[in-house]
T-cell receptor
């Protein structure tokens, strides 16, 4: 199993450009999440998808959109990038059972907006 | 909304000493409290968690305690080793099927050999 994968690993954009961050998981998890990580601010939830076909806003959704393409894939889109969106972006999926409740993170995408 | 405060932001200990990281949460309905470890340049990984019906949980050198009345929980690492050096995040979650986690700001732990 590859677990949670993300592409690209690095990206540099100019202000106003758009891009889509891709995330996929092969663990058959229902729930998936997008976080951003900034120094001193921890991980902040952007959007999540509790199950295939549903998406909902997290703490910091402004400037982003998401698509839950199928059970495996959950993408994050920046329509018009701004320097404030310079961050490391992590995708995660959730394994829940009576004995566990674990989010598995992807390797991250380091995004710089100039 | 829910808020999780984490202290200290940085912690430096000598190898073999204990380390304690504390978190407070604002939402009294929160019932699940995981701790994640993130090594430099790597992804966060779950190391231990606790539910609100339990006061303490231990796994080898790490333990977590929860005080529901005071709305705070702590991570304890004993006999620290250089490989414990990392950023540690606490988080809190409400009941329900969303699994939404609210994270603390993180603690950078440095274990000096």
């Amino acid at each position: 199993n590859a677990g949670v994968t993300q592409t690209p690993k690095f990206q540099v954009l100019k202000t106003g450009q758009s891009m889509t961050l891709q995330c996929a998981q092969d663990m058959n998890h229902n729930s998936m999440y997008w976080y951003r990580q900034d120094p001193g601010m921890g991980l902040r939830l952007i959007y999540y998808s509790a199950s295939e076909g549903t998406t909902d806003k997290g703490e910091v959704p402004n400037g982003y959109n998401v698509s839950r393409l199928n059970k495996r894939e959950f993408s994050l889109r920046l329509e018009s990038a701004a320097p404030s969106q310079t961050s490391v972006y992590f995708c995660a999926s959730r394994d829940i059972s009576p004995s566990t409740d674990t989010q598995y993170f992807g390797p991250g995408t380091r995004l710089t907006v100039l | 909304g829910e808020n999780v405060e984490q202290h200290p932001s940085t912690l430096s200990v000598q190898e073999g000493d204990s380390a304690v990281i504390k978190c407070t949460y604002s939402d009294s309905a929160s019932n699940y409290f995981p701790w994640y470890k993130q090594e430099l340049g790597k992804r966060p990984q779950l190391i231990i968690d606790i539910r609100s019906n339990v006061g303490e949980k231990k796994d080898q050198r790490i333990a977590v305690t929860l005080n529901k009345t005071a709305k705070h929980f702590s991570l304890h690492i004993t006999e620290t080793q250089p490989e414990d050096s990392a950023v540690y995040f606490c988080a809190a979650s409400r009941p329900g099927n969303t699994g939404k986690l609210i994270f603390g700001q993180g603690t950078t732990l440095q274990v000096k050999p």
